[in-house]
């Protein structure tokens, strides 16, 4: 089977998980049937236009290793890839449609439609336009006027409509419910539900596989392809991304809301924040995808094996920010620790706490921040909000990691003796560290954890972290015994303001 899909996004705003999935299950299907994915921009509506958009969803495309065989940057024989620039494409299309009878001119006015709807909304029905005839008078009087004109489809009376969508199943809809549509309007720009055929039918998509909320619009332009006389592409709706645990559908009315609840909605966040591009993928394709509910992970071959739109629930899916992270996690298990280290450098250079190029020093200290963090590292950003103290000069301490672990009588003292402990210790490793301060501990009377937490605090400013020994070996002797140092003067300052 010959396939190609497109994914065709609005650039109007960044690009939303949903619709990412929409475009990953378009390469998926298309990869599957070795067929071609295409990009191509909606950018008619220019009020609307973001110009960032379109560079956020390429780069976003790229990130994801979600490759495009045609469209922007790429080209390809059935361009431009753009809507802004194919008007004359549509151009001589709505011309075949006005020779062939479908499209007439529309001369109605704002006030006259308006006024139509009123008298509708007053009888209790509901409003459909339909073609208005005028008399060769009238028509010559617009013409002296110069008034300006829509061209609208002309919709068939008493027709069932049928689509056989690969995901809905069989899904009728009655002409009667469809007013004539404009297809250009009267400064010559086309809209959706025309230049979406037009470009369909030119770039020979094969399978529309996007959101269910196009679904309305599918009917109307089943009449457009029948007026051109061209084959119908397979079509397939794809339910909506619903908020996490319900059957509503997320809203960009809610992003504050959502950004309390830790749910993040658009790609770039999540680029940000340092997730996997294989973990998003896995997590996306299994958004409303059944296979197997044993296998959670997949491969990128696995899921263009194994991908069909077969699979894909007819029901909403919710999005669950924690199965995600879950699934990051368990990529960021298996990742190579020079790949963490190339994924968390960016995040440390952001800071300011390491410089690029980065030396044989610094990467060898990055290595042992990783490993010594272990699962705890689930995303790349990760290192700073865990392990940020580790590349710092200065120390920030969590404040109720201080008042938890070190104002409490004894505490001073106790830190200068293992500072002298610390002086001490030969050779300075994880295993003769570990074997001092438990000797500390013994010889001291004090238990064990009475004497971690506060020494972890003293050195690192926070109350959880790597295992203590990690902590005091990767800083090093001098900065452990400095920050103790620093420790005991804050503490000092502290007790004289009282």
């Known amino acids: ?43 008619t509506d220019q009020q609307r236009h973001v110009d960032e958009a379109v560079t956020k969803i390429l780069d976003g495309f790229r990130w994801l290793g979600m490759d495009w065989d045609e469209g922007p940057e790429v080209g390809g024989p059935v361009g431009p890839y753009f809507q802004s620039q194919r008007h004359h494409l549509y151009r001589a299309a709505a011309d075949q449609l006005v020779a062939s009878g479908h499209v007439y001119r529309d001369y109605s006015t704002d006030q006259e439609r308006a006024a139509d709807k009123a008298l509708a909304d007053k009888e209790k029905r509901p409003y459909r336009f339909r073609r208005k005839e005028y008399t060769a008078a009238e028509l010559a009087q617009f013409e002296s006027e110069g008034r300006r004109y829509a061209l609208r489809f002309q919709v068939p009376a ?3 409509l049928v ?24 400064d010559g720009s086309p809209l959706y539900n025309f230049a979406s055929v037009v470009d369909d039918l030119g770039m020979q998509i ?44 997320m809203s960009k009315r809610k992003l504050a809301e959502y950004e309390k609840q830790g749910i993040l909605v658009y790609l770039h966040q999540y680029m940000e924040r340092g997730y996997l591009p294989d973990a998003m993928l896995n997590y996306l394709s299994r958004l409303g995808w059944s296979f197997d509910a044993s296998q ?33 996690s368990e990529w960021m298990k298996s990742l190579p620790l020079e790949e963490k280290v190339a994924g968390c450098l960016p995040f440390l250079e952001r800071e300011g706490v390491v410089h690029t ?61 293992l500072d002298q402990v610390l002086a001490e210790v030969e050779p300075y490793d994880l295993a003769t560290l570990e074997k001092v301060v438990h000797d500390y501990s013994e010889q001291s009377s004090r238990k064990i954890g009475d004497v971690v937490n506060p020494l972890r605090v ?16 990767i800083l090093g002797r001098e900065k452990c015994r400095a920050r103790i140092a620093q420790t005991l003067e804050t503490l000092a300052q502290l007790e004289q303001k009282g």
């Open 357 to 417: 190029p980065v030396d044989a020093e610094t990467c060898s200290r990055i290595e042992a921040v990783i490993q010594a963090l272990g699962d705890r590292l689930k995303v790349f950003s990760d290192i700073v909000k865990l392990g940020r103290y580790f590349f710092s000069e200065t120390m920030t301490y969590d404040p109720d990691a201080m008042k938890k672990r070190l104002k409490k009588d004894g505490v001073p003292q106790m830190l200068r003796e």
């Open 296 to 328: 959670e992970i997949f491969t990128r071959p696995e899921l263009i094996e194994k991908f069909s739109l077969e699979r894909v629930n007819s029901s909403p899916a919710s999005h669950d920010q924690d199965k995600l992270f879950w699934i990051q």
């Open 458 to 473: 003293a050195t690192t400013g926070q109350g959880v972290g790597p295992g203590l020994y990690d902590c005091l070996y």
């Open 158 to 160: 008493g027709r069932v």
């Open 1 to 43: 089977m010959s396939v190609r899909t497109r994914f065709a996004p609005s650039p109007t705003g960044y690009l939303h998980i949903g619709g990412v999935r929409t475009a990953l299950f378009n390469w998926l299907f298309a990869r599957h049937h070795g067929g071609q994915f295409l990009v191509r921009i909606d950018d």
């Open 163 to 186: 689509l056989n969508d690969l995901i809905k199943g069989p899904v009728e809809f009655s002409t009667e419910e469809i007013g004539d549509f404009v297809i250009v309007r009267p």
């Open 206 to 249: 094969t399978h529309v596989v996007r959101a269910e909320e196009h679904l309305s619009n599918t009917f109307p332009q089943l009449l457009v392809f029948e007026a051109l006389g061209a084959p119908l592409p397979a079509f397939a709706h794809i339910p909506y991304v619903a908020e996490p645990g319900s059957r509503s559908k």
